[in-house]
Structures are given as C-alpha cells and as structure tokens.
C-alpha cells in the first residue's frame, strides 16, 4: 500500500539526465510507476528546473568519471541551477553518481574515495536510517534494517576527524550499512566509509545524499520493496 | 604526399602472405580485379578473407545448424545478431562473440572492447541492451599469470559494463591448464526492440549519403581480425597495438543516439564498427543492399594526423558505425548526433553497382567489389579434412572400476574439497565486481535461479538467460560433449519455468588446420544440430574463434580444450512464475528427477579429486534430457514444487549445497545402496534435477512425473541447517558456506 500526502498528490520531481548517467531510467521508474509521483526528465544543458519541488541526481558515472567521480558533471549548465536552488533552501537528492556531484560541488560535505577493497562492489546491504532530525530519515524506523543495493567503486565516505564529529552531532548522517539485524560493524562495512557513514545531508538539512540505490528495490518484480520507505521521504522532505 | 605511392603501388605475394593470404588467395584476388592489386586493395582483402572475417574454414559446416524456428523474426546471418519475436510487439536480439587473442595479451582492454563490440551488435539494430552474461576460462589456478589475466578481465568486463549501464545476469568461469596462454573470453548481450523499428545493416538508394558516426578513427586495433586469425605464440605480445581500447562513455552516448535516432525514418541502414573497421561495414553493407559506394577517406575524423590510407580503411578504433541516411534527412541525423555530442560525418555517399572506391584527395586509393569481399559472395570456402585422433578411443576405454570406492566418512570429507575447488566455489568475487542490477530488470539477484530472468516491461513476461559449456565434456567426445551443452543450458532455462527459444553460439577451438582440431569441431557441429532440433531452439548467430592454443616450446602445439558456448534465451510466459533454486522451508521433501546414476565420467572429482584427465563423457540420452525439462515445467506451471536446481559440476552434494546456502538451510538425505558413494555424491550424468515439495502436493507430484515418463526418488528432507547423509553429520550449513565461499579467492591468491 502507498501512503500517500493528499495536499502533495501535485507535487513534482525533477531528475537529471547526465551524459553518461545510467541510473535515471531507473529512478524515474520507481517514482512514476512504483510511487505515481509526477516525475520531470530533466537534461544536463537546460538551464530551468521547471518549478520542480525536489531534484533527484541519479546514478551513473557522468561524463565518464575518468577524472574523480562527478569532477565535471558539477560544472553542466543544470549544475549551476541546482546549485542556487539548493543554496535558496531547495530539496535536492543525490543518489550514487549524485552524492558524488553534491560532493564535488560543495553541497554536502565529505568526499568518496575509492572502496578500501579497490574494486567495484554490486550487492544487497543493509542500511540502518539515522538521523531523526533529518526529514528523509526521520519517520523511518531507526531499529529496523533496510536491504538495499551498492554498486560502486568509489563510495569510501572520508571527512577529516572533526568535521566528522560536526556532522555527527548535528545528526547530519542519514543511513550507516549495518548488517541484517541492524548491527553496526566493520564487517557490515563494504567500502571502509568512516563510521559506516552511507548517507549524509547537509547542515540546512534539505541537501542529502546516500550510495545505496533504493530504486533497486521498489517493487514485487525485483523480490525487495524496502527501497519505498527511502524514497517515500520525498514527500515528507518537501512537506519539510 | 609520398605515402600515396606506397598504398597505390601494387603489392607482391610476400606482402600479402605477411598479411596472411595465401598464394592461392593471392591469385584469385587477381582474377577478379583482373590486375595485381595494390597494397590498400591487398589489404583489405587480407582482413575481409581472414578467419575472422569470412568464416572460411566453419562456414561450410555451420550452415548445417538448424536455424529456422517459428519465433525466428531474424534469422542466422541476416543482420548483426538474430531476433526473437516474444509478442507483444517485442522483439530480443542477442548474439554472444569471442574476443580471446586480444584478452590473451591485454587482458583488461581486450575483455572490455569484447563487451563494447557485442553490445554494439545489439544496439546496431535499434534494440536497447538489457543484460549482459559471459563466460571465461583460464588455465592452471595456481600459475601467476592466470591471477593477471583474470584480474584484467574481470576488471574490463566490469569497468565497462558497469559504466556502460547494462547488468550481468549470468556466466561461468572454469579453470583447466588446456588454456592456460590463451584464455577464453565469451561475451553475450540480450536486448529488447519494437518490432517494427528493427533497423538493418544495409545500404540502398544510390545517392543517399554514408556518415561515420561515434569516435574518431586512431591507429589502435588495426589488423585486429587477423590477430584473431592466427596462432596465439611467444611473439603475439608483438602484436599489442592490434588490440583496442574501450571507452564505455563514448559507446554509452553512441547508444542512446542510436536508439533515437531508431524512433526517427531517417535510417536506411546502420552497421557497427567492429573487426575491420570501416573496410568491413561498407563492403558488408555494400553488398547486402547489391549497391557499391564512393568512400572519401580524408573526411574521416581522425585521431592521429599522418594515417595511411590503410590505416584508416583497417583501424579498429572501437564506439564507431557507418549510417546511410535517408534523403533529406541528414540535418536530423546531424542534429541527434549532436544533441548527444557525438560526430557525425559524411563521407560518402550510395552508389549503383557493386564498387566501392575509396577515394584520398579525389584520387582513387583502392577500388573494390564488394561482393567479392564478404562471406556468401566472393569470399574463399573451404572444406578441411578431420581425422578421429588416438586419444579419443584411449578416453573411451576409461574403467571407472580403476578408480577405488571411498568410504562414506572419506566421501564427506571429499565433499568438503570439492566445494573449494576453484571451478565449483562461489565466483561471488567475479560477479559482485559486475553491476548485475542496473535496469531494475533483473529478478534474479532476490530470487537465486538456474538461469538469469529478466522482466519483460510492458508485458507479462520474462526472459531466461544462460551461458553454458562444459568444455570437459566435449573434449571427452566433442559431439555427446556439444549436446550436453545445448541440453544443460535448456534444463537451466526450463528449472526457471521458462521454455527454450533459441541459442547464440560461440566455437571456440584450436588450429582449423590441424585434422584432430577439425575433427573436433565437425563432431560440435553434429551435436549442437541433434540437440537444437531436439529442443527446438534454431541457432540465430555467433561466432567463431579458430586458433585457440598455445605454441609450445619445443615447437609443439596443445590447443585449448574444445569450447563451443551456448547463449540460450527462454521465454516465461508469466514471470510471476518465475521458479528459484533455494530452499524455503524446513520439513520440505527432496527429490530427484530423472534416472540415479553414480556415473563418475569427466566429473570435476574425476578430473580433479582423483586425478584422472581422460574419460568418456558423462552419461547423457537426449530423449529422457527432453521429458524431464516439459516434466520440471509442468510442475512449476502448476505450483507442485517450491525450488529447483538441476545437478551439473560437482554433482548432487553439491547441487544440495548451492540450493541450501541462500537461506542457511541444510539436508538430511540417504544414498542408494547400488551406487558407489563417489558417485552418488559427485558423478555428473546429466538429466537430472533435485526439486523440492510439501507433503501434500505429493501425489500431484508423482501423477505428472509418471505421465512424463520421469523418475523421481525421494532423498531426504531439508533442514534447519544440519546436513547429513546415511546418518553422518557433514557439518552445518553455515561452516560448509565459509569453505565454498572463499575456496576461489583462496585457490587464487586474491
């Protein structure tokens, strides 16, 4: 069943397609057909957000990311709007390749570097959500473990010690990988990202982004619909 | 310009037999242009006629494959890749090709251009990728240089697929020293198309104007179809400039051009740029549209300033296609091309006849039918002769009474070895650095199955994807061994639910020239017929690899074992149906389909256990291989079982194992007093599936397992975790699961 905010049965959510951006189909999949929002494509030369109530940055590797991840994509004319719109208090979402973005434009703290492994990981995690101020968070049970997918190579979240305890105290962490009965541990940790950090907002707290996808698991078809609870935030986020 | 003296001269037969032509070829190439030709014409007759290009020395033979079957919308060498109708309005097209020599010497290129080729294919016909599955095989586990290779091609596979965007639903890996200095890499893709926007690779309409779209045209891979046409030797490192390099951005945006420009009328046709680059696309699209084209060179974007003409015509820069736009819509192909920052440039334009003139400073460089260059029209077929070699009745004359019986407390312990050995433990540290979830298609990542399923949108339904090839097997006895291959990548689909469509085939064998290789390869083809029409499943494409071996030091030569690789795609009705492999509830009865047997033939124990190399294939009868895959559908149409999982490498013990792990489950089952232990536990006669049931549904079970004419004996019970056989208590599930999990990268050093 999908819960829905009647007053927001009209809102909009923007995706952007980047050069190089695989994950757009797939969010704007789950938004649509999984969660019936009204969804706009967004393209990486437009310079307008359509007066959209949330911006979603998906997952991919913009432009190649053969320089760091996201390195160029921060600099698209679309960057530059949702850069401003984010500084005016806008809603912005980055997801994989997004976090990366918002990271290398300055719109969350921290950076990603390579996974301690130095390989590409695909597979299910769990995910404990975290931060009870932070309003993607905040009405998810913070007890109970999420399954959600990783696929990445270069999702090692890094913050030098005392922004780390910063971002901890303003309850800026999102989700943290724990394992299946909501433990948080190395051995949930599947790319060494400091305090098990999967997901970040920034201190204004309507800038967010995470590694997982919860795009890949929104439906009975793929066997794992946890990732609804994560993007039903959405709402929660622009009622915020 | 002095170059130009040089591509215009004319060439001698030492030129061309450096480029591997044979004084015969060299003299039919006279007879058709009536004169000697110069060096670019010789050149570009040496690619289009290597093995590579013209399947000279298979053709013969793989025109015996059944190819025609009622879903069949493309059939075998029609277009790119062949195509599948699923209703609906949706087509699949797939195709699975080789890209062994280059990974031999450049692993991490090599396997990431032979995903960005094979995709290419696909999407060259307007159908969007929507997964990806390969097979790989390597030599010894414990040599350094296997280490390398499979680092470097796990990790191209990876960086360009998973950049790419399209999922790996499925593959194998196997070890055997046989490939040790020439590894296999096998790629596959599957993708969806409209029906009625399936875009052809040929050209017609003389006047309409010829683009090369995607990247600029380098100096890298030149020559790269006769690289693949020869012996791998100690010299071949020589030859790295004849692999390619991959960019997956570029081939990412040339995909989403492609398939918009696929929604538009303004195509009259496309091919990719694959093996032989520009050469190879006009001839091919030349001479399947009986049209010839003027082609001007010094328009083609290039990467590097001072090419020669030969250069340009043989690169095998990757993320290229040739387009022949409609009239009046070059603006349109223009603009798509530029919306997605891509070139797109003409340079040329349809002619009428059957020549194609390559043109540098409107001067003509090379002047060439084109229906003599390609496969079906001019291009050479041979027949080869083949000859039975001594070892195969030295393999058959294998006693499996020479191999001691162990005890059953000596079994268990082997079954503990088995789950470590490098061809059965979990490849999870292969398949996690692939992204097999992109597309929010693939079903099976939460629901573990026989067969990669992906779902159809838009329709009911999915698809069930396998590669599979026991090249163990087919060594034993190539012909027995090939329909084994069919058959086992049928029953894979059929343990889905699904039923089989059609297969994409890949040959990879040793020298074409060696009678024992051929032999070989003669016996493939003969099995692959038997078992395809059995299963009605026409062969739609693939490719050949001729070639695969390792030149020995003292002049010798071993080729790889026989590897004929099955790409089978099936159809499930109603994906809701969709059957999965793992255990699901204790107290739940096992069983097993289809005759016991203790067949110890070419099993991985056989061969790795005890030591023994040289055995007749396993037991295998084609007719009780077909009842028991409509037998295991019918049962999963109509909910009668809750898991199944067919027994292949490593037998039944650890089959039982694979289907216990994902949910921590165990066994508790007995064994047949008539078998050996050994085999019971780990032979591998085909034919086989272990199901399991609840009680009640019992005698439903047995009323469709007899109508079919299928056997079915009960073994045991699933557990809460314990496993054990005759009573012995094996060890938890659990334990067993630590030692399968990390027996490869243990066996691997990683």
């Not at chain 1, 929104?218 to 990732?227: A, F, I, W």
Request: proline share 5%; aromatic share 8%.
């Amino acid at each position: 069943m999908i819960l829905r905010f009647p007053e927001l049965s009209k809102m909009k959510i923007g995706v952007v397609t980047f050069p190089g951006s695989n994950c757009n189909m797939d969010i704007v999949h789950a938004l649509r057909n999984n969660l019936q929002y009204e969804v706009v494509e967004l393209w990486h030369k437009d310079s307008d957000l359509q007066g959209v109530d949330a911006v979603v940055l998906p997952g991919g590797f913009s432009y190649g990311d053969y320089l760091r991840s996201g390195a160029i994509a921060r600099f698209s004319p679309i960057m530059e709007e949702v850069i401003k719109y984010a500084n005016d208090g806008g809603k912005v979402l980055g997801i994989c390749n997004g976090f990366q973005i918002l990271c290398e434009a300055g719109l969350l703290p921290g950076t990603l570097m390579h996974n301690e492994s130095r390989k590409f990981i695909c597979k299910n995690v769990y995910l404990l959500p975290v931060s009870r101020t932070a309003s993607i968070s905040a009405d998810l049970d913070d007890k109970a473990a999420l399954k959600i997918p990783i696929a990445h190579g270069e999702g090692n979240y890094f913050l030098h010690e005392a922004e780390l305890s910063e971002l901890e105290s303003n309850d800026q962490v999102i989700f943290r990988y724990c394992d299946e009965n909501g433990k948080v541990n190395n051995s949930s940790n599947p790319n060494g990202s400091a305090n098990n950090i999967a997901g970040v907002c920034n201190v204004g707290k309507n800038v967010f982004g995470m590694m997982p996808h919860p795009e890949r698991a929104c439906s009975e078809d793929l066997g794992n619909t946890d990732g609804l609870a994560i993007l039903r935030g959405l709402e929660t986020l622009i009622k915020a | 310009m002095p170059t130009m003296t040089a591509s215009t001269a004319p060439s001698t037969l030492i030129q061309a037999q450096d480029m591997g032509l044979t004084p015969d070829e060299f003299k039919s190439i006279e007879k058709i242009l009536g004169r000697v030709p110069n060096f670019t014409e010789m050149c570009i007759y040496s690619v289009m006629w290597s093995e590579h290009c013209s399947y000279k020395n298979s053709i013969k033979w793989l025109k015996t494959l059944p190819k025609d079957g009622d879903q069949m919308l493309v059939k075998a060498g029609e277009e790119n890749a062949g195509i599948i109708d699923l209703g609906d309005g949706i087509g699949c097209a797939f195709k699975i090709e080789s890209h062994n020599h280059p990974s031999a010497i450049e692993p991490y290129q090599g396997a990431a251009t032979g995903v960005g080729g094979i995709n290419r294919d696909i999407f060259t016909m307007g159908a969007r990728p929507i997964a990806q599955l390969n097979s790989l095989r390597f030599g010894d586990p414990e040599h350094p240089r296997t280490k390398w290779l499979l680092e470097g091609v796990v990790k191209g596979i990876g960086d360009y697929g998973n950049s790419f965007g399209i999922p790996v639903v499925g593959g194998e890996v196997f070890f055997d020293p046989c490939y040790q200095v020439n590894p296999l890499v096998n790629a596959m893709s599957v993708g969806l198309l409209d029906v009625n926007e399936i875009i052809s690779a040929t050209a017609k309409g003389p006047g309409n104007a010829v683009y090369i779209v995607g990247s600029d045209t380098g100096k890298d891979g030149i020559q790269g179809a006769s690289f693949a046409s020869k012996d791998i030797t100690a010299e071949s490192a020589d030859d790295l400039p004849s692999v390619q390099v991959g960019d997956p951005f570029q081939e990412k945006l040339l995909m989403e051009a492609s398939l918009e420009l696929a929604k538009t009328d303004a195509i009259i046709g496309m091919q990719d740029m694959g093996a032989a680059g520009i050469t190879c696309s006009t001839s091919e699209m030349s001479a399947a549209g009986n049209v010839g084209m003027d082609i001007y060179l010094d328009r083609v974007p290039l990467r590097q300033a001072d090419m020669e003409p030969f250069e340009i015509l043989l690169s095998e820069s990757q993320e290229r296609m040739l387009v022949v736009v409609a009239p009046g819509k070059e603006k349109l192909v223009e603009d798509i091309f530029k919306k997605w920052d891509l070139h797109a440039v003409p340079i040329g334009e349809v002619t009428e006849g059957d020549t194609i003139n390559f043109f540098v400073a409107n001067e003509i460089v090379a002047q060439v039918p084109a229906s003599t260059l390609v496969l079906g029209g001019g291009a050479p077929v041979y027949e080869r002769e083949y000859s039975e070699p001594s070892w195969f009745a030295e393999s058959q004359a294998f006693n499996p009474d020479s191999v001691a019986v162990p005890s059953l407390k000596k079994a268990l312990e082997i079954a503990t070895d088995i789950i470590c050995l490098p061809n059965i433990a979990s490849k999870k540290w292969v398949w996690e650095q692939y992204d097999s979830m992109v597309g929010t298609l693939n079903r099976t990542t939460n629901r573990p199955s026989d067969a990669g399923v992906v779902s159809v949108r838009g329709s009911k339904k999915g698809l069930a994807l396998t590669v599979d090839c026991n090249s163990r097997y087919v060594q034993a006895d190539p012909e027995v061994g090939t329909a084994i291959a069919v058959a086992e990548a049928a029953r894979n689909i059929s343990c889905t639910g699904a039923t089989p469509s059609a297969i994409t085939n890949c040959l990879n064998f040793g020298n074409p020239y060696n009678t024992e290789v051929y032999w070989q390869f003669v016996g493939a083809i003969k099995g692959m017929t038997r078992a395809c029409e059995k299963f009605k499943t026409p062969v739609t494409g693939g490719n050949v690899s001729f070639y695969n071996q390792t030149a020995n030091e003292d002049g010798t030569s071993t080729s790889v074992f026989p590897t004929p690789t099955i790409g089978m795609v099936g159809i499930l009705q109603d994906r809701d149906k969709h059957m999965s492999l793992d255990f699901k509830e204790k107290g739940e009865l096992i069983f097993h389909l289809g005759e016991m047997s203790d067949c110890i033939n070419s099993s991985e124990y056989l061969a790795n256990i005890v030591g023994v190399k040289q055995s007749p294939a396993p037991k295998f009868n084609l007719t009780q291989e077909e009842a028991l895959h409509v037998c295991i559908r019918e049962l999963i149409a109509k909910n009668l079982v809750t898991a199944a999982h067919d027994i292949s490498d490593g037998g039944l013990f650890t089959t039982l194992l694979e289907m216990s792990m994902p949910n921590l489950f165990g066994f508790d089952i007995v064994s047949d007093d008539e078998l050996r232990i050994d085999g019971f536990l780990f032979g591998e006669a085909q034919g086989r599936i272990i199901v399991t049931l609840t009680e009640e549904d019992q005698d439903d079970f047995f009323d469709i397992c007899d109508a079919n004419k299928v056997g079915a004996v009960l073994l045991g019970h699933v557990t809460k975790g314990k496993i054990v056989v005759d009573e012995e208590h094996v060890g938890f599930c659990s334990e067993l699961r630590a030692y399968y999990d990390n027996g490869f990268e243990e066996a691997l050093d990683l």
